[in-house]
């Protein structure tokens, strides 16, 4: 059914059609509404669960850490200080390979202190072990959450999937978004939670031992395989997806008008509903501009953005958090990938823009492309800066 | 229910089994022991990060016949909070004991703030703390519950220096402040005493907070041999006040038999040895002694 929802909203009803069993979180702007919706839901009993009503990040991901143990599902939500708060629960329940579901309402991070949004707190936790997906409209963090899950639960994945919504743009945001109406049909693509190793009390196991020098590394290793080998499971989940409810957004990545370009824009989240606005005028207008979107920051789909910009001139990327000391994040990563292929015809430009909650406009969009046809490997130039503010003294 | 003397084969089929590699004489060990053989098969329980996590589960080998799991170190009641929520939703709470545990520095310092949130959500859950007065895990270094005067590798005593110079906090009062069903105190020196208390919680719902004295011997510095007797000096002396207490309000005390003073029970532990080196010391000993007194007072320990 097609509905005019507030993002916080698309997501909570998607959550509630996956059926978590407890839910935990610590309110933090901007993702309560999220939680909001959720505890409305259990209090109306329209979602049978246990809000556990917490007393901080940090023990909301402890409580679906070990509500997941227990194999039952879970989610929790959160953003910026939150999420950094969280940090060590997430990389824990990364290692211990539970399969929990998390929203990140992507919000800068501290200093100073800002609520309004860019990638800063996501990109923190990108070496955790976590799948990190990026929504880029209401209709796609609809979808996204429910394929979290049957990417999460597969037992070949098993591992914390963090679905990543740009904070008020897309949370606060209201847009139509198309949701299912037949949860049977999220029941067959989603099929209840069987993990192969539970707290039960009928079958004891041990979790969370100590891993001496002997075998700590090796359990690493297979985390990280874990995390490498399910870009097929990604692509699956997208694919299985859009078989039963009719919904494409991409799955490792997504291509916009990249047939013939020669310059393309690479970004992710909601930034890219008005990179597509800008490429559309500049296509009517005979340029050769398209769209590279990053749907899988983690794991990085490297030889998918390879083949997409192989044969291409300019790659412009779109920076919504930075490397402090190093540079932009994904433009790097991308020069590495094509480094890997041995490909050096590709210019990988990369700006840092809208930190903090600072529009990207059009003209800004229209600016950057026009000063970044002229320039080479840029990594993480701030682009877009009041050079006003930069002399005052304070 | 109560322990008699075990065999060996009975050890191996305990739920807390022999094999671990805690030090000899440790008495938090003894404490799982005792405490397990109350609760039961139909056990799931958290450890914190520390001696008894470390000690207990060295991967391959694991001395826990129980579903156990260790997240971190100040999340053990938070866990705990998440495995009863999902026992609870799925309908298998019933009959089943959830249990958090972690030391001192897990409980009082680090663990504080999850631990209040579990009492004031109302989990039922026993939480139980195993005192031994220090980061013991990491090398003796001082925590919140750490005893005045006592030496340890933060807390040093030294040319200026008596130790640790702030008494030990009183983490049971604070557990008593969220009027949760039940608190206890109890000590490895009494293991009838601390397998009661135990016992009791079963039958009670809701939060539990119970509190064990647990010597150690490298920490404290004294020979294994003497972990249940210092356990029961620092009882008889009243330094380590025994209670239960429902709702906030203290409902039984364990009386002393035979009052000790605190020096007996000081001068077995390398931890205290600064204090008996010159007149000094011995003004220290007598503010210990007066805060074993002040416990005698207000818990009615005579």
Known sequence: MKKVLEGSMAISDSIRMTEPKVISAYPITPQTHIVEHLSQMVADGDLKAEYVMVESEHSAASVVLGASACGVRTYTATAAQGLLYMEEVIYNIAGMRLPVVLTVANRAVSAPISIWNDMQDSMALRDSGTIQLVAENNQEAYDMHIQAYKIAENPNVMLPVMVCVDGFVLTHTFEVVETIDDIEKVREYLPPLNMKYTLDVNNPFSFGTVGEPSVYIETRFRLSNAINNCKSIIVDAANDYKEMFGKYEGALIDTYKMDDADTVIVAMGSVLGTIKDVVDGLRESGKKIGVLKIRSFRPFPADEIVDALKNIKNAIVIEKAVSLGKGGILSCEIRDALYQHRINSVNVNGYVMGLGGRDITPKNIYDLIIKAEKEEDVDGEFFGLNNELLNKVF | MLTNILTKEDTHKQLFTMGHTGCSGCAQSMAVKLIMQVLGKNTIATSATGCLEVFSTKFPESSWNIPWIHSLFENSAAIASGIEAALQITGKKEGTTVLSQAGDGGTADIGLQALSGMFERGHDVLYVCYDNGAYMNTGYQRSGLTPYDSY???????????????????????????????????????????????????????????????????????????????????????????????????????????????????????????????????????????????????????
């Open chain 2, 152 to 302: 340890t590798t933060t807390s040093p005593s030294g040319k200026i220096s008596f130790g640790n110079n702030r008494p030990k906090k009183y983490m049971p009062e604070i557990a008593m402040a969220h009027k949760i069903p039940y608190t206890a105190v109890a000590s490895a020196g009494y293991p009838i005493d601390l397998q009661k208390k135990v016992k009791k919680t079963l039958s009670i719902k809701g939060p539990k907070y119970l509190q064990v004295d647990v010597p150690c011997v490298p920490g404290w510095k004294y020979e294994p041999r003497y972990s249940v007797k210092i356990a029961q000096l620092a009882v008889q002396s009243g330094l380590y006040p025994l209670f239960e207490a429902e709702y906030g309000k203290i409902t039984s005390v364990k009386k002393i038999s035979k009052k000790v003073p605190v020096e007996e029970y000081l001068k077995l532990q390398g931890r205290f040895k600064h204090l008996f080196k010159n007149e000094a010391g011995k003004a220290e000993i007598e503010k210990i002694q007066k805060i074993a007194d002040e416990n005698i007072e207000q818990f009615g320990l005579l």
